[in-house]
């Protein structure tokens, strides 16, 4: 063997060990044929009933619109930019073909861009509503939060359509972001939708998914960093009601070192065919020394009739690291804490009910964004009026 | 007036062979401003006695009565026994995340009080209630029993009993874990709910360390879930002496 040969040699397993691919996240593209249409057996699609998101999957063209109403904050811009140009921006590819669906037919990009070092004064607020779920609507969105700039960013979906669409949330050194997105969707909507965060050299994005409403919706929330130092925390709370079929599926994808991930989603499930899916993966690359990462799902189930799928998953290609781990749980309500409230005089139902909010509150008080905490408590409250306050006959 | 009255109790608990007997007539009378004491060894059936007034579901009652002021109390819920002024400090207290103490004190008082209480008297009370027990008023921002050290489980469980006021306070091995301070915090706060009108005190311990700080009027020694002897405060010295030997031989 030659130098030449040694070396080439090195170049090859080193280039190699950049392309180390997270079996349950294939490789992004924007190729759709990279993205074959699934049959439900792939690992990534084997737990999404199909049928239920009623031809989304078959990719036809739609100039359907949800309406956008928007409150910003002094020197945030909305525009409207081209497909090109989204990708000139650096967003992220899509790493599935809802998400590739949605760059190839929704026409262009809105961009919601924070310029480097504006602090906001209040949250970007983006209202998305649908007409009907008749409608079939591509959504492209890039948001921009330049260097050491701070700001929240709440995307709220009431009303119902059929609803794909691709986010990018791309942040810049020493920037910190707040994004929460609100699932309130009427009962018969369906919503795939992929947020994918590159998170600047120190920076802290929060990312929050709060999920309610629609027959059926399918969340990646995904992270990798742009240097090291980068802190992301992805927090999720979902109510899953009867025949609601939510899926949370998270990657944390470390190819930085000294970045941190930590991920908590809570979710309570109630009724007779409520499905809750969570699909949590943290990849730490050979690159990624001295990183953190925690990631836990807990769920609650209310009833009888409901299942929750919750699977964590860790692919480690360093042993030089801080911290790694993670915790899913499934479980109904805990009698020895029912059996403590009630001895102290509380009834039933309303221990029940403190118990659901306990589990809650922690997760809540984390979003960071005071006018949507006050709203999830009532959710919550409401969601639970709906099984767990009726009196048990 | 506050009388709890224990008639010939039998409980039974599911196990993997089948059902088994703990309590096998149980009879034993609280009466007005009296102090009882169960002494006993591991095991002997005191704790099951404690949870079984209480309505833990894990106890089936299989034979006898229990009623507080002739009030049938194997007839009601868990939560009607509190209401009906029964109170349970248990041995290991359960965290419930998220659940603030005060919500949940004020949840508990609400309950037992069947009205809110007045928010202004309210609050002193807590805070004078946790001063007492040496308990920080940030506590009441903490988790139920969440992160609490042994001794504050404890001192939480004595508030309690002191915010509630019940008529019978049923104490669960409230000394267990206790170092010496924190034992004499917890007394005061027993001592303080035994000096009011009426109440009666069933103090479930394994030592006798805890009643040289209450005295008992009663001392009644539980063996093989039967009581098998009684007398007064003289009863816990022979104990503190003699231990529990000669009572769990005559009981083979």
């Known amino acids: 063997m030659t130098v030449t040969d040694a070396a080439r040699e090195s170049v090859a397993s080193a280039l190699e060990a950049d392309q180390v691919v997270s079996h349950l996240n294939p490789p992004a593209s924007y190729d759709l ?43 945030v811009t909305v525009s409207t930019i081209s497909t090109a140009e989204a990708r000139a921006l650096g967003e992220l590819a899509p790493n599935d073909r809802p998400s590739a669906l949605a760059v190839e037919l929704a026409g262009g990009a809105t961009l919601v861009d924070v310029p480097a070092e504006l602090e906001t004064d209040g949250p970007v607020l983006i209202d998305l509503h649908g007409e009907s779920a008749d409608q079939l609507v591509w959504g492209h969105l890039v948001i921009r939060v330049g260097a050491y700039a701070k700001a929240t960013v709440v995307l709220t979906h009431t009303g119902s ?14 920037a910190q972001v707040n994004v929460l997105t609100l699932q309130d969707w009427d009962d018969d909507a369906v919503h795939l939708g992929r947020d994918a965060i590159r998170v600047g050299r120190d920076a802290t994005v929060r990312h929050t998914a709060v999920s309610f409403g629609g027959d059926l919706v399918r969340l990646h929330a995904n992270v990798e960093y742009d240097g090291p130092g980068g802190d992301a925390e992805l927090l999720g709370l979902y109510f899953a009601d009867a025949g609601q079929h939510l899926e949370h599926r998270l990657f944390a994808d470390h190819n930085a070192p000294k970045t941190k991930s930590n991920v908590v989603y809570k979710g309570a499930l109630q009724g007779e065919g409520a499905h809750a ?58 009698d020895e804490q029912l059996f403590y409230l009630r001895s102290r005089g509380v009834s039933e139902p309303e221990a029940r009910r403190l118990v659901v909010h306990g589990f809650f509150n922690d997760l809540v008080r984390k979003v960071g964004v005071p006018s949507v905490e006050e709203k999830l408590l009532a959710t919550v409250e409401e969601e639970l009026s709906k099984n767990v306050l009726q009196e048990l006959s | 007036m506050s009388t709890l009255e224990i008639k010939d109790l039998h409980v039974s608990v599911d196990t993997e062979d089948g059902p088994k007997e703990i309590l096998k007539g149980v009879t034993l ?20 006695l404690a949870y079984s007034i209480a309505g833990h579901p894990k106890y089936t009652v299989t ?44 949840t508990a008082k609400t309950a037992i009080d069947g009205e809110a209480p007045k928010l202004r008297t309210w609050v002193k009370d807590v805070n004078g209630a946790l001063e007492r027990l040496n308990l920080d008023p940030s506590f009441g921002t903490r988790s139920v029993n969440e992160g609490f050290s042994g001794g504050e489980k404890k001192r939480h469980e004595i508030a309690q009993l002191e915010l509630l006021a019940p008529k019978v306070a049923v104490l669960d091995e409230t000394d267990s874990g206790l170092d010496i301070d924190a034992l004499k915090i917890v007394s005061e706060g ?61 009981a083979v």
Not at chain 1, 163 to 174: F, N, P, Q
Not at chain 1, 277 to 294: C, F, Q, S
Not at chain 2, 85 to 104: D, I, R, T
Request: proline share 5%; charged share 25%; net charge negative.
């Open chain 2, 63 to 106: 034979g006898g009565t229990v009623t507080l002021d002739g009030e049938d109390v194997l007839a009601m819920s868990v939560d009607e026994r509190a209401r009906a002024g029964l109170f349970l400090a248990m041995q290991y207290p359960v965290e419930v995340p998220g659940v603030s103490v005060s919500n949940f004190l004020r």
């Open chain 1, 161 to 174: 359509a059929r609803y794909s669409a691709t986010t990018s949330v791309l942040v810049g050194e020493g």
């Open chain 2, 190 to 250: 027993v001592n303080r709910f035994r000096e009011q009108e009426g109440k009666g005190v069933l103090l479930i311990t394994h030592y006798t360390r805890i009643l040289r700080y209450i005295t008992p009027d009663y001392v009644h020694v539980f063996v093989d879930g039967k009581v098998a002897d009684q007398g007064g405060p003289e009863l816990a010295d022979q104990l503190e002496a003699e231990g529990y030997d000669k009572y769990v031989k005559a």
């Open chain 1, 33 to 75: 044929a990279d993205h074959p249409v699934p049959t439900g057996r792939e690992e990534i699609w084997r737990f999404t009933p199909l049928k239920r998101l009623r031809g989304v999957l078959e990719g036809t063209p739609s100039d359907d619109r949800l309406t956008w109403d928007t409150t910003l904050p002094d020197g």
């Open chain 2, 29 to 48: 009378t609280i009466g007005d401003n009296e102090t009882h004491a169960i002494m006993g060894p591991n095991g002997s059936g005191k704790s099951t």
């Open chain 1, 277 to 334: 899916v969570w699909i949590g993966n943290v990849l730490i690359r050979k690159v990624a020394e001295g990183i953190e990462t925690y990631e836990e799902n807990r769920n609650l189930v209310l009833t009888d009739g409901c299942q929750a799928d919750s699977v964590p998953n860790l692919e480690i290609e360093t042993g030089e690291i801080e911290g790694a781990g993670h915790a899913s749980a499934v479980g109904r309500f805990d």
